[in-house]
């Protein structure tokens, strides 16, 4: 049984199945027998009128953008629904967003294990690469030591805090037209913000409710 929040996109090739619905109906059923049963949530439904050999679709960026405010899930009724392009899947797993295939349940620890031996071929290449260096290096008579492995650590936390600011300015950004909303609606008060994201159901970045110096920080980095 299916249990947490999530997101459903759906999506045909060509505009005259867009109208007529050919296609879109056998995908809603998938989805909701997939998600039949179990203490779920269903955000959203969006679909997508584009072709498969594309990358860029508006549908589905607004998509994940929902599945990250949320803390949810993207379910598709099938694989090829997403994308057919591998370097495509590679982006959505960048994009830190959770997602399933009704007919393939599966396809994201499969996705998953798939970039685990990509990434292990790698790392033996570039220690291999890296091995080599240092030999070369050593027998030009360069010093090795701990000044090379503090400069390592440090060079790891500078990325590890530049990972961490991207991903609160791309949260930041996806909230900035739902925040823009609430005050439109008559929000004026940082609390009075907080209560409306709360009431829409969107937990905070650490998951929770939100308070007003969340939202403070959340604006801030939205400008």
């Given at each position: 049984m299916s249990a947490g929040a999530f997101v459903s996109y759906l999506r045909v090739s060509t505009a005259r199945q867009g109208r007529s619905g050919l296609g879109l109906e056998a995908q809603r059923q998938a989805v909701a027998d997939f998600l039949a049963g179990g203490a779920w949530r269903h955000v959203a439904e969006l679909v997508e009128v584009e072709s498969g050999a594309r990358d860029t679709r508006p549908r589905l960026a607004d998509a994940l953008a929902l599945c990250r405010i949320h803390g949810a899930t993207l379910v598709i009724a099938k694989l090829d629904r997403l994308s057919r392009d591998a370097a495509f899947l590679l982006n959505l797993q960048k994009a830190g967003v959770r997602f399933v295939a009704a007919d393939m349940p599966e396809a994201n620890e499969l996705v998953v294990g798939i970039m685990a031996v990509v990434a292990q071929a790698e790392r033996k290449m570039i220690s291999a690469r890296t091995k080599a260096a240092l030999a070369a290096a050593k027998a030009r008579g360069v010093q090795l030591g701990n000044p090379g492995n503090l400069r390592n650590r440090a060079l790891g936390a500078a990325r590890a805090a530049d990972a961490r600011a991207r991903r609160s300015a791309a949260r930041a950004a996806d909230l900035a037209p739902i925040l823009a909303?609430?005050?439109?609606?008559?929000?004026?008060?940082?609390?009075?913000?907080?209560?409306?994201?709360?009431?829409?159901?969107?937990?905070?970045?650490?998951?929770?409710?939100?308070?007003?110096?969340?939202v403070r920080r959340v604006e801030a980095r939205a400008q």
């Amino acid at each position: 049984m299916s249990a947490g929040a999530f997101v459903s996109y759906l999506r045909v090739s060509t505009a005259r199945q867009g109208r007529s619905g050919l296609g879109l109906e056998a995908q809603r059923q998938a989805v909701a027998d997939f998600l039949a049963g179990g203490a779920w949530r269903h955000v959203a439904e969006l679909v997508e009128v584009e072709s498969g050999a594309r990358d860029t679709r508006p549908r589905l960026a607004d998509a994940l953008a929902l599945c990250r405010i949320h803390g949810a899930t993207l379910v598709i009724a099938k694989l090829d629904r997403l994308s057919r392009d591998a370097a495509f899947l590679l982006n959505l797993q960048k994009a830190g967003v959770r997602f399933v295939a009704a007919d393939m349940p599966e396809a994201n620890e499969l996705v998953v294990g798939i970039m685990a031996v990509v990434a292990q071929a790698e790392r033996k290449m570039i220690s291999a690469r890296t091995k080599a260096a240092l030999a070369a290096a050593k027998a030009r008579g360069v010093q090795l030591g701990n000044p090379g492995n503090l400069r390592n650590r440090a060079l790891g936390a500078a990325r590890a805090a530049d990972a961490r600011a991207r991903r609160s300015a791309a949260r930041a950004a996806d909230l900035a037209p739902i925040l823009a909303d609430v005050r439109a609606a008559g929000a004026v008060s940082l609390r009075q913000i907080a209560a409306a994201l709360n009431a829409r159901g969107i937990p905070a970045a650490r998951g929770g409710a939100w308070t007003a110096t969340q939202v403070r920080r959340v604006e801030a980095r939205a400008q």
